[in-house]
């Protein structure tokens, strides 16, 4: 499972590069909103604007280093998650309850992910699905292939029991 950042996003990290992520977060949680300009996200940091050209390209690569960022937490547990000696809706559990933690953590998170996937350019939801999406559909489907046991398995992920 591939669970890393492009290339691209992790060399642009630095002092200056954070304080650029740390304002576009910020702002985006204090408006209830993805919307931001950079000249708001530059005066928000103290840095200059022409740096987010510097450090990430445009804004929708600002964009891209913030989801990478943010996710990269969850996306970094899933393979710990799944070698753990838990029953496989233990693990899914423990998986919904990361989500849950993120999207409170970042609540701008989800429609992030919407707009680089559907609303930016192609090579921007090439990335988002190379380190986002890639790594989490490989979970779920080790996973699933992890919980589809006999029926009466105490083991086994029940999606459509009903009760007795």
């Keep these: 499972m591939n669970t890393s950042v492009p290339t691209k996003l992790a060399a642009g990290r630095n002092a ?45 690569g600002l964009l891209l280093a913030l989801l990478a960022r943010d996710a990269a937490t969850e996306i970094s ?45 192609a090579g921007a939801a090439d990335e988002v699905s190379k380190f986002f999406v890639a790594p989490l559909l490989d979970f779920h489907r080790r996973l699933l292939a992890e919980g589809i046991k006999p029926a009466n398995s105490a083991r086994s992920i029940r999606c459509c029991s009903t009760p007795a």
Excluded: C, W
Aim: glycine fraction near 4%.
């Design 77 to 121: 547990q899933l393979e710990y998650l799944l070698a753990q000696p838990i029953t496989p809706a233990e693990k899914l559990r423990l998986h919904i309850g990361g989500i849950i933690r993120a999207y409170h953590q970042f609540p701008y998170m989800n429609r992030l992910i919407h707009y680089l996937l559907h609303e930016s350019s």
């Design 16 to 60: 200056t590069a954070d304080k650029l992520l740390v304002a576009a977060s910020e702002l985006m949680i204090e408006r209830a909103s993805i919307e931001v300009s950079l000249s708001d996200i530059a005066q928000k940091s103290g840095v200059n604007a022409a740096l987010v050209k510097y450090h990430f390209g445009n804004k929708d």
